[in-house]
C-alpha cells in the first residue's frame, strides 16, 4: 500500500509518541509502592470491626429479649409441676461466620471471648457463640442474617470435636425424651 511521506512521518512520530507513553507508564507502574499487604489489614480489620458489631448487637438483643425454653408438666407427688429438660453440657451449636484462607485471629485469640476459630482443610473457620440448644443457636444466626452474614450456618460439636449438625440435634432431642420417662 502507497502512503505519502507525509503520512508516514505522522505515523513514526505517533508510533514514537506511543513508544514514549509506555515507558512512561512503566515507570509509573514500578514507582508505585505496593499495597497489598495494606489491603489485607483492612480486610482483616473489617473483619474483626463486622464480628465486634455483630456480638454487641447479638448481647443487646438477647438482653431484651426471652427465649423461652420448652416447657413440659409432670406429674409429681405435689401435682402437676413445670419441666424444663437439662441441657447436655457435651453438645454446643455454634454460628460459623466465615471460612478464610489466608486469615488467623491467632494473635489476638486471648482477647476474643466467644469467638472461636480453627483450621481445617487449609481453611480458618470463624465462629461465634456457645449455644445449649439449637433455638438459641438458630436466633442468633437470623441476627447475623439481619447484619448482612448472609453465608453464615450452625455447627455443632460435642466436647470440642465437630459434630453433624442432625446428630447433634437428635442427640439433644433423645437425651431430653430419655429424661421425660
Known sequence: MFVSR???ERIDKLEADNKALKKELGEAESNRPNTSGLKAAMVIGWVLFLLAAAATYYFYQQSQIVIEEPKDQILTKDGPTDWVPPVDSGIVFRVQVGAFEEFSLEPFRAELDGIYSF?????EKISLGNFSSFRKAQSFLDYMFELG???AY????QDGKPLGLMMAVKMQASSSEGLQE
Not at 483450621?119 to 481453611?123: E, G, I, T
Not at 450452625?154 to 460439636?157: G, Q, R
Open 6 to 8: 507525509e503520512t508516514q
Open 149 to 151: 452474614f448472609e453465608d
Open 119 to 123: 483450621r481445617n482443610d487449609n481453611l
Open 154 to 157: 450452625i455447627t455443632a460439636y
